[in-house]
């Protein structure tokens, strides 16, 4: 499958294939705006939480962010038919109900950059879903890699018990359901050459709807506030809309495995921000542990590029479906 232009782009040979000179420059000027946006949009929900119950400002923000990448593929030209509904509707479920629910409660009840770092535990997970459902076995150094996380996220989540355990494991879970929606994307509409965004924009927009009827029936407080409103802002048109259209944009302009190294950055932009916003400085074995999974997420994405020489991607390429946060799938992901 190849990843379509950026907006406004003419269509390129595929994702992964190198540009020349200045596309490659304005590729990594996207990359690198897209680590800050993404980065970045941890602490916004974090912010977003003083004002909003996770439930309600997961389904506000998902309602914008399906109705911003309709309107992107809209200006893109893209077609706006949606893929399968079964597959997209299971889909929606994992990608944004599952990862978003989890994911706004962790951050609510603890850190922003230490909860954006578990997340990132997804190709983790991924590897071995990858493993068990799409027999893809992992090489001995992603085998490492797993085995340096699992040491990170021991010192990362902490002793059980407590606000800050239950945190570290629903960010964890986040993670967990991000991977699960990868394995089932690639089973079901990727593999068979549906469109990124267009699988993006419809999945949420299915699980939007499913996360507004759990916000209805469960109601929590919001107090519109402009914080929230300019919040919301953020995470629907800068971290969904231009995100994504950055993140299309950078695909199709250099190589995936260097794309998706590159959006590694994410995780440390959402650290170093929290502490820098929100006075939220890791303690020692916090700081220890985060570098075990930064250093194995490097590990990771190494080896995937090492397995498959010239190959675009690898499992350590970028992953293609992330509301708005980066990278990394398997390779059968494009072709």
């Not at 000027?29 to 980065?39: D, E, I």
């Not at 506000?60 to 597959?87: D, H, K, Y």
Request: glycine residues 14%; positive net charge; proline residues 7%.
């Amino acid at each position: 499958m190849t990843a379509a232009a950026g907006p406004g782009e003419p269509a390129r040979a595929g994702a992964g294939d190198p540009a020349p000179g200045g596309g490659r420059a304005g590729a990594f000027a996207a990359l690198v705006l897209l680590a800050l946006v993404w980065g970045y949009s941890w602490v916004v929900i974090k912010v977003a939480t003083r004002d909003s119950s996770p439930l309600a400002l997961a389904a506000l923000r998902s309602l914008m962010g399906a109705a911003a990448l309709l309107a992107v593929l809209a200006l893109t030209r893209r077609p706006l038919r949606p893929p399968p509904f079964g597959p997209t509707l299971v889909l929606g479920f994992l990608q944004t109900v599952g990862f978003s629910v989890p994911q706004t409660v962790a951050v609510s009840l603890g850190g922003a950059g230490r909860i954006a770092v578990l997340a990132y535990t997804m190709p983790f997970w991924i590897a071995l879903l990858a493993w068990a459902f799409l027999g893809e076995r992992p090489t001995r150094a992603r085998l490492a890699a797993l085995a340096l996380a699992a040491v990170g996220l021991s010192l990362v989540v902490g002793p059980l018990g407590g606000r800050s355990a239950l945190s570290g494991l629903l960010g964890v879970a986040s993670g967990l359901f991000w991977a699960a929606s990868s394995v089932w994307a690639i089973r079901t509409l990727l593999g068979r050459g549906y469109d990124l965004l267009s699988v993006t924009a419809w999945q949420m927009v299915w699980g939007s709807a499913v996360l507004a009827g759990l916000a209805l029936a469960f109601p929590g407080h919001v107090r519109w506030t402009p914080t929230l409103v300019a919040a919301l802002a953020f995470l629907g048109l800068g971290g969904t809309a231009l995100g994504w259209a950055l993140w299309t944009f950078v695909l199709s302009r250099m190589p995936a495995t260097v794309a998706g190294l590159g959006s590694l950055a994410t995780p440390v932009v959402g650290v170093v921000s929290a502490a820098v916003q929100l006075g939220e400085l890791p303690s020692r074995a916090e700081l220890a542990g985060m570098g075990c999974i930064v250093i194995a997420l490097l590990v990771n994405a190494r080896a995937g590029s090492a397995r498959r020489p010239g190959a675009r991607g690898g499992a350590g390429g970028p992953h293609p479906l992330s509301p708005d946060r980066g990278p990394i799938l398997p390779a059968r992901t494009r072709r």
